[in-house]
């Protein structure tokens, strides 16, 4: 468990400044005015965030805060009102989905897509990118027979990683909610990402399985990719991330490590409003 | 009544050139909904592009028939192409509708009056196949013990089950390979396969296109055997989508056999029926005000839908697939 004197150690000289929308010294995402309103209801309205490369950054809030909205934005599955961002400095706006994954950002979903008729294995070989084999005349020619052995090896090694390789020939319907979370995201390691985006990685997962997750999450940041992951579970917050972003009503409304953010006034209320600890009645022997 | 001419006709149904057409639009109906999971309900709109395609220049312009074959997987690419392109960004259902209303749009098209000189109206083309009949190298019947062929008709059944064979031989090539993996990714999950970097439109179009091609050989290889080709519902009409659908499920869907084995199946069960009630009929086992002769038709039909309400019920994943597939509610 890093603690907050760790997480500042890690950030060293590069330590962003704890407010919403802050510079960082090295970002790999930088999002500006980004705004999506779903008739009279104004989804997400970010004014600019930016994420710091080879981190773990967390993106909190209540329900209905947008952060899955500001995910489907970011990856082309959604489009915004207005707005742009750039990953590694191009520009993304309106870009669709397929091609943000072949950039090198990809997602996974709050409700897991395990392909439920293909096996664990050929799951896993669907996210190998640029496959010669995807393309309808070499798939006849019989050309990609070895860029597919490579890749088999390598999700072989992943699945191993992720402690799947027994269930390597099943279909991934069987897989209990768990394993298909691990499927999920061992498959979207496949594509080789630079940045990863979690959405909702932990939850319906038992404790047992959330400390492997959260290692398999640390050696994402520890092999050099970045990861921004949308979370309920505080304690996974505070055991992984870097960096906390707080969203509230479609805005980020704090930033900061998790220690500050634990303190922060707006993100206290944000969760339990404004009011919550002050008492119905007119005793006053509370605080 | 005689069992032994029931089971003859029905194993020579089996063989038929009407069995490989059901085969190739059930071929086409598996890539699109067997294996992409794309809901074409008009195959029978790409069999009459492939049927109007090889007839229209033989009978308008006297063209050679071989080119005739061009204009038909073209006109079948085209129409792939015009209904892909709205509906594919779309939900699955909408290509449902589109298709169905589009197939019976061009049926309605090429039965019109004034295009009568280019498609022969109401009465359809005849006589556009004699290139093909030119070329055939059985002067009589063939017989092989208790069946028989007319010169014609096997002429047709082989150039009908070389198609068969040389199309299931490209599924074989394409469906197993990473191409054929992206298709089965957008059957199970859209959105999956384009957050993992596919590009799911053009996949899904490729598959339109490719299915539709199978749909337009089947409406040639009808329009060369019958030598005709009418613009009539039982011929390119809804029912012939349906029957292919029904052939289709009945063999197993995202099977490479399934579309094949269904459609001998389904047309020997079609004829064996038939068979069987004017057998009995004739062995006065069936009274007449039960079942007319003009009734038989129709019967058989109902018979064969009870048969396949059974096949549901008890071996879902038809006749090739895997039990275990239908366990997942997908």
């Known amino acids: ?287 | 009544m005689d069992f032994q001419s029931i089971i003859v006709n029905a194993l020579q149904a089996a063989v038929s050139p009407e069995a490989a057409i059901f085969a190739l639009a059930a071929i086409g109906l598996n890539i699109h909904f067997g294996y992409t999971g794309l809901l074409n309900f008009g195959q029978a709109g790409f069999m009459t592009m492939g049927a109007y395609g090889l007839a229209v220049p033989v009978f308008a312009f006297g063209w050679p028939l071989w080119t005739g074959v061009i204009f038909g997987i073209l006109a079948a690419v085209v129409f792939a192409l015009a209904l892909g392109a709205p509906t594919l960004r779309l939900r699955a259902d909408y290509l449902a509708i589109v298709t169905i209303a589009a197939a019976e749009i061009v049926r309605f098209l090429v039965r019109a009056t004034s295009l009568s000189d280019i498609t022969g109206g109401s009465n359809g083309i005849n006589g556009f196949s004699s290139d093909f009949y030119d070329l055939n190298p059985f002067t009589e019947s063939i017989k092989f013990g208790p069946f028989s062929f007319l010169p014609r008709t096997m002429w047709a059944i082989i150039l009908g089950w070389v198609l068969v064979l040389l199309g299931i031989g490209f599924c074989y090539l394409v469906v197993n390979s990473p191409w054929g993996r992206v298709l089965k990714a957008i059957r199970e999950d859209e959105d999956a396969a384009r957050a993992l970097g596919k590009n799911a439109y053009s996949i899904k179009m490729q598959s339109l296109i490719i299915g539709g091609i199978f749909g337009a050989l089947a409406g040639m290889m009808l329009a060369i055997s019958t030598g005709s080709v009418q613009p009539s519902p039982q011929d390119l009409g809804p029912p012939k989508t349906f029957f292919a659908y029904a052939a289709l499920i009945l063999g197993g869907t995202a099977r490479l056999w399934g579309p094949v084995v269904g459609s001998i199946i389904f047309i020997a069960l079609l004829q064996f029926t038939d068979g069987l009630i004017r057998g009995a009929q004739s062995a006065g086992w069936i009274p007449e005000w039960f079942i007319s002769g003009t009734e038989v038709g129709v019967m058989r039909f109902i018979l064969l839908g009870v048969g396949l309400m059974l096949l549901m019920l008890y071996r879902p994943q038809g006749i090739f697939g895997d039990k275990r597939e239908m366990a997942f509610d997908v």
């Open chain 1, 1 to 287: 468990m890093s603690s907050a004197s760790e997480v500042e150690t890690a950030w060293g000289a590069d330590r962003p400044e704890s407010t919403p929308g802050s510079k960082k010294s090295d970002p790999i995402l930088v999002v500006d005015g980004i705004r999506r309103t779903f008739g009279g209801l104004t989804a997400v309205d970010v004014d600019h965030l930016e994420i710091q490369r080879n981190k773990i950054t967390a993106l909190i809030g209540p329900n209905g805060a947008g952060k899955t909205t500001f995910f489907n934005l970011i990856t082309g599955f959604d489009a915004p009102d207005a707005g742009s961002w750039s990953y590694n400095g191009e520009p993304m706006s309106s870009l669709a989905p397929h091609k943000v994954a072949l950039k090198g950002m990809v997602r996974t979903f709050q409700l897991t897509k395990a392909l439920a008729r293909l096996s664990v294995i050929e799951n896993m070989k669907l996210g190998a990118q640029n496959q010669k084999g995807e393309n309808l005349f070499r798939a006849m020619m019989r050309g990609w027979k070895d860029e597919e052995r490579a890749n088999e090896e390598r999700a072989d090694a992943l699945l191993k990683r992720f402690k799947m390789d027994h269930m390597r020939e099943e279909f991934a319907g069987g897989l209990s909610g768990g394993q298909r979370k691990l499927l999920e995201m061992a498959r979207a390691l496949m594509t080789e990402p630079d940045l990863i985006m979690l959405d909702e990685p932990m939850a319906g997962v038992n404790p047992a399985l959330t400390q492997s997750l959260l290692g398999h999450v640390k050696e994402l940041r520890d092999e050099g990719r970045t990861v921004v992951f949308v979370e309920h579970d505080m304690d996974v917050v505070r055991d992984i991330s870097d960096w906390v972003v707080v969203m509230a009503e479609g805005k980020i409304i704090a930033e900061g490590t998790h220690e500050e953010i634990g303190k922060n006034r707006q993100v206290i209320d944000a969760y339990l409003g404004s009011h919550h600890d002050e008492d119905l009645t007119f005793d006053d022997e509370e605080e």
